[in-house]
């Protein structure tokens, strides 16, 4: 059973324009979300982080959307660079309640920006 | 600074055998995380470390163990190697964990025939 569904395996952008990645996830304990870059031959990189009392994180061109009736977030990346192209990992986790927080990972989103 | 190094990077095991791999972190970081990617599962956590103890833990079998150092180097051990032990282990430390501000190392290269 997954958890944390990122249904778009991939997604093609302009230079410029908004990259919305998204992220689904079903088990409600969830309270604390993530999300990673990955470059090909690196480890990944934590990139932006939200938990369930806010709806909105951001950091420069990153923001971070929480819609916790739909149990959705979104990674909106803007203006996209060509250096964004990378596989991006939504993860969550509760965080409360409880002393083992594990971190559940989608499977990514290829992102490739096109100048 | 120097990052998160990881040794080895490239490691070949036949099936049954047991594997111990390394993790040296950022220094003054008193958290680390292992993680497994592999293509078909993708990223996984295993287990995070801090101030030696295991603080969280995946859903992986009892094969998957760990143990930090006073020093927060960790090492990560897997006995009885099957197949699809092969991926990439990763380590991820931090300064208080768990997973905010992590920084990667390069991971090690399992393969197990």
């Known amino acids: 059973d997954q958890q944390v569904k990122q249904n778009s395996p991939s997604l093609s952008v302009q230079e410029g324009r908004i990259s919305i990645l998204n992220c689904d996830y079903t088990n409600s304990m969830f309270d604390y979300f993530l999300w990673y870059k990955k470059y090909p031959a690196e480890g990944p990189t934590f990139l932006i982080s939200?938990?369930?009392?806010?709806d909105k994180n951001e950091d420069g061109r990153f923001t971070v959307f929480l819609n916790k009736s739909a149990k959705h977030l979104s990674l909106h990346i803007v203006p996209s660079q060509p250096g964004d192209s990378a596989v991006y990992f939504c993860a969550a986790s509760a965080m409360s309640g409880g002393s083992n927080y594990k971190l559940t990972f989608g499977k990514g989103t290829l992102l490739t920006v096109n100048p | 600074k120097a990052g998160v190094t990881q040794t080895p990077r490239y490691l070949i095991k036949t099936r049954g055998q047991q594997v111990t791999l390394s993790c040296s972190p950022i220094s003054g970081h008193r958290s680390v995380s292992w993680y497994q990617q592999t293509p078909g599962q993708g990223l996984q956590f295993l287990f995070e470390y801090f101030s030696e103890t295991q603080r969280n833990k995946g859903n992986f079998p009892g094969r998957f163990s760990g143990r930090q150092f006073s020093n927060s180097r960790s090492e990560m051990n897997v006995s009885t190697l099957e197949l699809g032990d092969s991926a990439l282990y990763l380590c991820?430390?931090?300064?208080?964990?768990?997973?905010?501000?992590?920084?990667f190392g390069p991971g090690t290269r399992l393969t197990v025939l």
């Open positions: 991820a430390s931090s300064p208080e964990g768990p997973w905010e501000n992590e920084f």
């Open positions: 939200i938990s369930s009392i806010k």
